[in-house]
Nanobody, 127 residues
Framework: QVEVVESGGGSVQTGGSLNLSCTAS????????MAWFRQAPGKEREGVSCFSATGTKYFYDSVKGRFTISRDNAKNTVYLQMTDLKPEDTATYYCAAAARYRAAAPACRSPSDVRYWGQGTQVTVSS
């Protein structure tokens, strides 16, 4: 049984930082493109950052230079470090095991193709 579990959300003020973690079990983690998506109320789910099994990374334009993605295959864990947070970053953030050996950019642009989703963690940035 596959499980994807996020942790680390919370509330910060503009300019603050948060670190999200996601652990996936029950699948060959090292073969999967791991992804962070987010969804704000009334908006579509969007790919924030993805890290492929072969090492390619993708970042949504609005988070480039502020967010960092990393993964530790030995721990089956992917991380999202978020700095200089803005109110528009407020959303529920979802971790996903997107696909096996898919490049980062297409994985992040295709939430409908995601294999396994986490339950989501709320990030709130106040001005």
């Amino acid at each position: 049984q596959v499980e994807v579990v996020e942790s680390g959300g919370g509330s910060v003020q503009t300019g603050g930082s948060l670190n999200l973690s996601c652990t996936a079990s029950g699948l060959p983690f090292e073969h999967y493109t791991m992804a962070w998506f987010r969804q704000a109320p009334g908006k579509e789910r969007e790919g924030v950052s993805c890290f492929s099994a072969t090492g390619t990374k993708y970042f949504y334009d609005s988070v480039k230079g502020r967010f960092t993605i990393s993964r530790d295959n030995a721990k089956n864990t992917v991380y999202l470090q978020m700095t200089d947070l803005k109110p528009e970053d407020t959303a529920t953030y979802y971790c996903a095991a997107a696909a096996r050996y898919r490049a980062a950019a297409p994985a992040c642009r295709s939430p409908s193709d995601v294999r396994y989703w986490g339950q989501g963690t709320q990030v709130t940035v106040s001005s």
